[in-house]
C-alpha cells in the first residue's frame, strides 16, 4: 500500500484517545556486562522517567513483557529475566513476570487482563509488526487499565502508521510502511540521533516527511500520551526542526 494510502485510511480520524499512560520511547535502561554476563541497570531517570512511570503504575502485581520475535523462547526468557532485574534495581517488585510469545499467545487477553505494566520490547520492527498483527495486540491493549511502555520497535509498532526504515535499509524487499496497532496516533522514529548518521535510513525518513509528521526522538527522551519529554525533532516535508529539548517538555496537541 502507498504512503498516501495509508496516511488516508488511519489518519482520516483522530481516534479516542486511550485511557491509559502509553509510554514511547528509544531505551530505558543501560546494558551492561558483569562477570561476563549481560545485565541490566535500572531503569533511567532522564527527563524524570522513572518517576514519572512509578507515579502511574497502581499494583505491583503482574509485569508482561511483549516479545519482538515470538519464536525465539530461550531469548525472551532471558530478557525477561533481565527486565526483572532491571525493575527490581529501580524499586519495583512485581509478583509475577510473564513473556506473551507464541508459546501462549492463545491467552492474551487473560495474560493482559491481570497486568500492571506491559513492556513492548524492542528488537526486528517488520518482525514485531507481523506477530502483533497476528494476535491482534491492539485491540487487546486498549481497555487494560494500566501502563504500556513501548520500547524503539515497540514504541515504534504503537502508531497507526509504522516506517520500517531500519528493517528495509538491511533488506531492499521488505515494505517501508507497516500498518501499526493504532493505541498512538503519532508516528515515532526512535534512537534518532544514531539514525542520522545511517543515510539509507534518512533517505526513508525524509521520503515518508513528505507526506506526513514523523517525531523523532533522541536516546532519554519519551512521549507520554500527548506530551514529550526530552529532545525531539519534528521531520516534515524534508526539514527536521527541534521542537523540544533535554530537560523540557512539549505539548503536541491541545
Request: net charge positive; proline share 3%.
Amino acid at each position: 500500500m502507498t504512503i498516501i494510502g495509508l496516511s488516508v485510511q488511519f489518519c482520516r480520524a483522530i481516534k479516542e484517545k486511550n485511557h491509559q499512560p502509553l509510554f514511547l520511547t528509544s531505551k530505558i535502561c543501560e546494558k551492561q556486562e558483569l562477570d561476563g554476563k549481560l545485565s541490566l541497570s535500572k531503569l533511567s531517570n532522564e527527563n524524570n522517567f522513572l518517576d514519572t512511570l512509578k507515579k502511574q503504575i497502581k499494583t505491583q502485581n503482574t509485569f508482561v513483557m511483549l516479545a519482538s520475535d515470538p519464536t525465539a523462547y530461550e531469548k525472551n526468557d532471558q530478557f525477561l529475566r533481565l527486565d526483572r532485574q532491571a525493575l527490581t534495581l529501580s524499586g519495583l517488585h512485581f509478583q509475577e513476570y510473564l513473556v506473551l510469545d507464541n508459546r501462549n499467545k492463545d491467552k492474551v487477553k487473560t495474560v493482559l487482563d491481570q497486568a500492571s505494566l506491559v513492556i513492548l520490547a524492542g528488537g526486528d520492527t517488520h518482525q514485531q509488526n507481523q506477530f502483533f498483527s497476528a494476535i491482534d495486540l491492539g485491540e487487546h491493549l486498549k481497555p487494560i487499565d494500566c501502563p504500556i511502555v513501548g520500547i524503539s520497535a515497540g514504541a515504534m509498532n504503537c502508531g497507526e502508521i509504522v516506517i520500517n526504515s531500519s528493517e528495509k535499509s538491511k533488506n531492499p524487499e521488505l515494505p517501508l510502511i507497516l500498518k501499526g496497532m493504532g493505541i498512538s496516533q503519532y508516528l515515532i522514529v526512535p534512537h534518532f540521533e544514531k539514525k542520522q548518521k545511517n543515510p539509507d535510513e534518512m533517505k526513508f525518513i525524509i521520503q515518508v516527511s513528505q507526506k506526513m509528521k514523523i517525531y523523532a526522538l533522541q536516546d532519554g527522551s519519551y512521549l507520554l500520551n500527548d506530551t514529550i519529554y526530552g529532545r525531539c525533532d519534528l521531520i516534515y516535508q524534508g526539514k527536521i526542526t527541534k521542537i523540544c529539548d533535554i530537560g523540557e517538555s512539549f505539548l503536541l496537541k491541545k
